[in-house]
């Protein structure tokens, strides 16, 4: 077991040094220079060149990645072209509203995409199945932004039962996360249901029932457990898909969350904010799947005993 | 029990054609605890429909093996499952009786029929890797099925497990309790499963080979494990396999099975030392023995047919050897019946049967 | 006095964990059959709802290539005067807020989003299964090398990434093939690369490399033909996912740009109107919908008739 942690831990942190590459690199590889952009059109050349200086731009590429990576592990990713506020104290400001958001739709996808799929593998042929299926397949194939939007005529602009956008009250976030879980409901269903319907044709299912169970039991107590690992692991990669998800419908919704941050600083062209929120998702999304690994070990006996894998 | 030459005993007064089902022997089988008539299974696929069990009837009585042998589709363990009710969709059982302590389970409401289940029939299946599931420890897997049944604590039955698993001899139970199957190799699973099937004391034990995905060795050890816990519980045991080794070390009686039907039954030395269907017979043929010296074993020729597309007459006649053109036409019938609880479906041995009223003696030639 | 009875039913004995038992399957191991690609067309004949899917597939593809004798405007063409009129006999979705015709900006739109998810997966099938083959021939530091570029490229969530991509290469139509085409290859290289190991301890494989056959020759001649099912699939499934991801970054306004049509971008324009003015922004979603829609349902049935374990 902790072997196998330590393995993985390893392997994050190869990863993570990955991740801060390619971020610099394509952040680098922008044309346009940063400084012209930032500064007015009429600023000196002493003035762009000492900017430059304060801002670590003159020095070698190599140098400038190392100071990042530097300051990434001291939290420290800058400031903002514009605002000038540390890139960090902005992303961990809103990172709350950002997980307030992804997290609800998170819980309202785990829940009713597990329920619903369960439900439908052991209704096989019914009608309840093909309603679980065909509403599934619409809703992956359906775009989060343009249900978002709907969504929010229908029960913003017409029923008037929630605010269409904002963060006021704990109701605003109803729509954003009904309009971004549906998506990751639809694909856990599918999921769920796949995975449910091939264990429930394995044989110790069989020996289950021949030991005189009764469905709930087979269903709750031997199926559902062997049937998470896939749907664990959806839901690790999910999550990623998910802040990124978050990023479209913090935009429809105005929600002042990571994602409406990137988006505008993508917008503005304010580079240290874009490249420090690209490091922080992606670091987000990396350590939840460490998590999602782990957590596998303590599901799966299988893992959690196997020196080698 | 029954001697070894069994068409001494053919009773000539019995008309064959109404001898559809074995006659049990009042002295080795005193009241069979459980009686399965005319089981029907049928397979619905979109190819046709399949019997794949077709008509099957027997009897166990307590502290008796029976053992059912067949190639793989006869049936076999279609039976198995239909007794128990397990039979995945699309199979269907659509006819007979299964009665266990005189009632027909196959009619009881799920509710109770789960209450036999694991309690007074228990089963063992084939592939010990897979039957036991993987995420539960083996304590747990034991230990539930004292808890619905038995009504135990968590605690007592997690301590009836580690009994249960001292008996059937793996070593460190109070250690092995808390294991997991991949932690084991197969032989002890197959241990594992013997102990969860037979914590509650079943009437009626039924294996669906048992020891068929085991090693030559350790499928010895369980052989003779499943006998032992036999004679401790006096459990009825129904032994399915493919194997006729498995047969000669374990069974009391033998039914043969082909396409669904049983088409030979009888004691073992019976069936073993005198087969009497061609088709028992190529069985016996094709295994290799040590007490006769021969050069090359028999091949019973062709394959198994169809389920879905069964020759017409007798299922086994483009494979026998002596197809009679009656075989051609009419589909086999059960046609010998005597004290020892000896059956065949073979139209060979109808005209013997009739021969043998007509002349009085039932010798074989 | 042992027998093993099993050996006349041995070709479906090594698939079936139960060989007692009487299963579908066992039934189509028996019916002749004629091949692999006939054997799964016939497969997926049996499926309507696949061939529904299908069937709008061809349709779609045909309003893209006939796309200026099917749009009853110019796509372009604006007239102020009839900005965001309802649908009506002249305009049977309505206008935009430019005048332009909305059925005619969907019909072209549909060009740019099947020629994003046609273009972009092939671009990425390339780079993956060159990369993927790469590293299932060679494994060792190869391999590596290679699986370790495959990690660090999934640890971004693919949006963002496309994003990242977008904000360095620019707007435009050829930009989001080019991003779209990065994001994605990992998904072929991850599969070749099992798969290519695989078939690389097959006998076929062996012998070719025993006699001498040259690396690359022994890639594109034994193992990759053995991919190509996988990489159909793979291709089919792709395309909803890129379709889905050119209307994302359209809407932020990282994709195509005004005034190509692209449904994304139309959804982005009609939030604008949506209070007074909705259908503007339901028809291009609902041709959003449609489109992906038929790609995953026909590549979902694609693959269960070609490969059913690919599923995981």
Known sequence: MAAYIFKRLAQTIIVLWGVSFVTFILMNVVPGDPVLLMMEKRATPEAIARIRHEMGLDKPLYTQYFNFVKGALRFDLGRSYFTKEAVMTALTRRFGVTLRLASSAYVIALVLGISAGVVSALQRGRAFDSAVRGGAVIGISAPVFWVAIILQLIFGLRLKWFPISGIRSPHSFVLPAVALGIRYMASIARVTRTSMLEVIHQDYIRTARSKGLGERAVVLGHALKNALIPIITLAGTELGNLLAGSMLTEWVFAIPGIGKMMVDSILMRDLPMLQGTVLYVAAIFVLSNLVVDISYAFIDPRIRYSKED | MTPPSPMQNLNPNINPSLVSNPVSD?????????????????????????????????????????????????????????????????????????????????????????????????????????????????????????????????????????????????????????????????????????????????????????????????????????QEMKNSTGAAVIMITHDLGVISEIADRVAVMYTGHIIEEGSK??????????????????????????????????????????????????????????????????????????????????????HAKHEGKGERT | MRINMERNRERIDTEQVTPEQVTPEQLTAEQPSGGFWSDSLRRLGGNHLVLTAAGILVLLVAVAVLAPLIAPYDPAYQSLADSLQGPSRGHLLGTDEFGRDILSRIVYGTRISLSVGL??????????????????????????????????????PELLFAIGIMFVLG????????????????????????????????????????????????????????????????????????????????????????????????????????????????????AIIVTVLSFNIFGDGLRDAIDPRLRR
Not at chain 2, 81 to 104: A, C, F, Q
Not at chain 2, 274 to 289: I, M, Q, S, W
Request: one cysteine or more.
């Open chain 2, 26 to 226: 009042p002295v080795s089988n005193p009241t069979p605890i459980l009686r399965v008539r005319n089981l029907v299974t049928n397979f619905r696929t979109s190819a046709g429909v399949q019997r794949a069990v077709d008509g099957v009837s027997f009897d166990v009585a307590r502290g008796e093996t029976l053992g059912i042998v067949g190639e793989s589709g006869c049936g076999k363990s279609v039976t198995a499952l239909s007794i128990m009710r397990l039979v995945d969709s699309p199979g269907v059982v659509e006819g007979g009786e299964v009665l266990y302590d005189g009632v027909d389970i196959l009619k009881l409401p799920m509710a109770q029929m789960r209450r036999i289940r694991g309690n007074k029939i228990a089963m063992i299946f084939q592939e010990p890797m897979t039957s036991l599931n993987p995420v539960l420890t083996v304590g747990t897997q034991i230990s539930e099925v004292l808890r619905l049944h038995e009504g135990l604590g968590k605690k007592e039955a997690l301590d009836k497990a580690v009994e249960m698993l001292s008996k059937v001899h793996i070593p460190m139970p109070e250690k092995r309790v808390r294991a997991y199957p991949h932690q084991m190799s197969g032989g002890m699973r197959q241990r594992v499963m013997i102990a969860m099937a037979l914590c509650c004391k079943p009437d009626v034990l039924i294996c669906d080979e048992p020891t068929t995905a085991l090693d030559v060795t350790i499928q010895a050890q369980i052989l003779s494990l499943i």
């Open chain 2, 269 to 354: 030395m019976d069936v073993l030392t005198d087969p009497l269907h061609p088709y028992t017979e190529g069985l016996l043929n094709a295994a290799p023995r040590i007490d006769r010296d021969c050069e090359e074993l028999e091949v019973i020729p062709g394959a198994v047919p169809n389920l879905a597309a069964l020759p017409k007459g007798c299922h086994f006649r483009p494979r026998c050897r002596r197809a009679m053109e009656i075989c051609r036409t009419s589909p086999e019938k059960t046609c010998l019946g005597e004290k020892g609880g000896r059956s065949v479906s073979c139209w060979k041995f109808a005209e013997r049967a009739k």
């Open chain 3, 119 to 156: 273009i972009s997966q092939a671009i990425a099938c390339c780079i993956g299964v060159f990369m993927g083959a790469l590293a299932g021939y060679y494994g060792g530091l190869t391999d590596t090398f290679i699986s370790r570029t495959i990690e660090i490229f999934s640890a971004f």
């Open chain 3, 171 to 286: 707007p435009g139509v050829i930009n989001v093939f080019i991003a779209l085409g990065l994001l994605s290859w990992t998904h072929y290289a991850r599969l070749i690369r099992g798969q290519v190991m695989q078939l690389r301890e097959t006998e076929y494989t062996q012998a070719c490399i025993v006699c001498g056959g040259s690396d690359a020759r022994v890639i594109l001649r034994h193992l990759l033909p053995n991919c190509f099912s996988i990489i159909i699939v793979l291709v089919t499934l792709g395309i909803p996912g890129a379709i889905l991801t050119e209307a994302s970054l359209s809407y932020i306004g990282l994709g195509v740009q005004p005034p190509t049509a692209s449904w994304g971008q139309m959804i982005s324009t009609a939030q604008q109107y949506i209070s007074f003015y909705p259908y503007y922004s339901v028809a291009p979603g609902l």
